[in-house]
């Protein structure tokens, strides 16, 4: 597979171009000058490599400012399918803050990823304020119209997360060199709504398209990490089912499909989507690639590029089992975690009921009777219990007694858990398998939603049916927008869809009462229940129970103003340190 280095050339000679003054005259080691740079294919090439790894370290990476990867955080803590959990109440706070809608417009997650979204659309103009129209010596080349492209499309998809959390974010098409931007819905110059962004979301992708280079086969992994006219060719089909334009999705999309050079991966290949093991598989649209260098420590450089402290805050809260007995650890490697995130009762029961205990199932969620009596122990003797023996062990189990496992129903998330093999380079957390953007499982379910709303069951039906069958479902007798909704929270759970499609379904019911009842997940045998607690047994009664929850109230307890309000969270507010900066900005409405 080739590699692609991320240089920094770019950004170095970004940073010379604005050195303060008595630094000017310093000569600096490693550094190129602006004047010289931009020059070549070579720098082309350079720059466009610095843009992908901006994407990288700001956006799917771990930025060095914080302890979670924006993309994840931003895109999955509103939805109806999690709850942000931890410790106890106020653990991870910044994510519940989202969960909850609590959240306010000093927000650590929207402050974070609102800049480093706009960090890398300004590493993608440098690409193309200085290439699109060729070297400055012999015009276009083939490398400076792919690059150039690729910047484009990259630009694109950014804009397109920007639209869709911040409404109308100002519109920057080029490096500003002057002035202060407005909302683009008020820019004087170019007024452009919410839904003109979306469109030239769209038109861009389309523009550039030609310019891309196109993956070769399923095989091709250098076309599964970098933008291709395949992601170019998705991103357009999303952007445009987003402003209701079905049949012109329809025909984006359906163009990736009959490319050819996309498979969903078999079903028991399914869980290798999300760890090093299918890193550029023939299921990648696109992913940021992350690759080991001997030149860089972990602590050196390589966690800005990983999902370092992602890993650990989402991984189970392995210091509330029994000491030196959680049952992740064999499985991560070691790596236990801070039990940052949780799934709610209903939607595991809904999902195991669809499915059984489907490939897909087993690689995304797993009961706490599983994980405590069938995943494998750093433990012999734990190993060698019979299950009648474990069920009654307290050498096992969940064992803090104020808490629980706080923020978990009987379902607990597994999709996220790292592999030991995930970590293997580096260990200390480091998770090197790539930053996943889009896989073509997303495409078939975009494209069965634009067949369905534009009158096409048939088509529809395909598309949703080939998610089922890799999945080992039987096919669908029939399929309308509530299959094609279930089908899609389950398949892409936990990667950054949900919230933003039940925000255009209009299905905000259950974000309404986020944060009026979390639960905490116990373990009988080391904490009963309390007297006057409203328990719920995991089998129904406690004679066929070892595990209960309890809800707990603690948000509005706090007297905290808790669940989604129309009006208000459809979008996230502009970041305070923007706004105190900008006076041009106009904040969302609600806030």
Known sequence: MKKIVYSVLAVAALFAAVSCEKNLDIPQKGVTAIETFYQTDADAEAAMAAAYARFVTRVTGQDGSSIYTDYKAALNNCGDDTYAAGSNFGDNDFMAQLDEFRLDSGNQVVDHFYKNLFQVNYACNLVIDNFKDGLPEGGPTATTKRVVAEARVLRAYIYFILTSLWNTPPFIDHVITDGLPYNSDKDPDNPMSHEDLYKWVASECEAAVADLDERKSTSDKDGAVKVTKGFAWAVEGKALLFVKDYSGAKAALKKVIDSGKYALVPGNRYWENFHVEGDANEEKVFELNIEPNSGIGAWGGMIQRSTWMEANIWNWRSDHFVAGASPQSKYTGGVDGWGGLGVPQWFGDEFFANDGHSPRFDATLKHIDDAVYNMEYNNDEINAMTLEQKKASKDIGIADVKDGLYGQSFWLPFKQLLRGTDVANYGNNVRMNNGLIMRYAEVLLLYAEAC??????????????????????????????????????????????????????????????????VPKLFDKLHRAPAAGEKVTWEHGTEADSRFYTVDTHEAIDAKNEVGFKAGKHEFFPYPTSVMDKNPNIVQNPGW
């Open 452 to 517: 369905l709303q534009s009158g096409d069951n048939t088509q529809g039906a395909w598309a949703v049916n080939e998610i089922r069958t890799r999945a080992g479902l039987a096919l669908a007798a029939s399929v309308d927008m509530s299959v094609l909704k279930k089908e899609k929270s389950y398949e892409l759970w936990l990667e950054g869809s949900r919230w933003l499609d039940l925000l255009r379904w209009g299905d905000t019911d259950r974000v309404k009462l986020a944060g009026q009842a």
